[in-house]
């Protein structure tokens, strides 16, 4: 409600302000001159008690726990404070290292630069990487060193971080560098003879069609069989390459999805002898896109399909148009993916652990293949999928028309 309020009304108000700032000012004072043991804080529905002792347990708990090492010595190198997780760094029980020499805990190869660090660290913040023994083997710790001020009196505050997992990831990536260099050497170095071969078994398929022999016919077209399975997994060696390097080049171009499909299906069916496939078209559509690449991702979703299944099963396809979107399904009745590896299978190199490495070939290339060109075409993909019952994959694109 407004109203004007009367000055007897704001004269009062003032007071009871006046009140309360008094009030608040003792309780500053108070605090100041230490009178204060604890603090009773009201909040929604309860009542909290403050104390300095609980703020400074608080603090002291969280230092204990955290997994960094932390510790403060004296200007002599004598530790004041260490928490569990340093003493563990350097391999010594619960509360033995306070009072003792700081240096002495420091393996012989790194006392120079960490005593330099040290001393360094009186008028600057120094940093310093080296191994301490660990409990079971050597860890690769970062030192972060910095001068306290408490009430006169000056520390060293030197927290420690383990570096292990970071250098774990570091040797990883390494690797993974290293693997990406050697095949793409090889894959260059085996793209022209296989070709050439593959040239060459097509010129004799040829030849041997009106010599009527069948057993050589028979022969030669495994051979070319064995040889297109090469090319396919070299040309993902190469895909693989060109994405890394984001030359992965596109033909962008309008056609029928069903089309597509259809296509996709006789030819990979007539090169499995195993599983049927069950397509049915649905209502078809345009999509504006990479044909080629399309077919490539569609190949080796039906190949998957195939090799992580047994051969009495079947492979259903189908599409479902929602809105300007087209999906496409295609579901196995194999072996699955165990749920704790899903999020990892469309990662470069990938392989699922259980399923037995050596049961299955391949190279754990296909899927990040696919996932790179659906992306490419501001699609998505993905999949579910149930242990010894099979997995359901799909993709989605924009239509055109
Ligand atoms: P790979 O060449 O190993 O088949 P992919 O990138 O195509 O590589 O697949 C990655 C991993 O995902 C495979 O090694 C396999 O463990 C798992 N996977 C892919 N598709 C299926 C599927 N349809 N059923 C079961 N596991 C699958």
Redesign the pocket.
Known sequence: MNRNRTYQEILKENEFLQAQLEETQDIINAIKMGEVDAFIVKNKNSHELYTLKTADQTYRLFIEKMTDGALTINKEGIILYANSSFEKMVNQPTGSVIGLSFHDFIPEQFKIKVAKCVDYSWTKECRCEIFLPGQDKQIPVLMSMNKLEIENETALSIIITDLSFQKEAQQQRMALDRKDEFISIASHELKTPVTTIKGYIQLLQMGYKNQADDNTSLLLSRADAQVTKLTRLIEDLLDVKKIETGQLAFHIEDFSFNDLILETVEEMSRGLSVQKIIYHPGMDCIIEGDRLKIAQVIT?LIG??S??SSSETTIYIKTVITGNRVRFYIK?E????PPDQQDR?FERF???KT?GENT?S???????ICSDIIKRHKGTVGFE?EINKG?V?YFELTIKK
């Open positions: 080796n998957n399909a090799k992580y196995d194999g072996i699955g993916i299978v990938f392989r699922v399923q299955y391949g190279m754990g290339l296909g899927l990040y999928s997995s994959f």
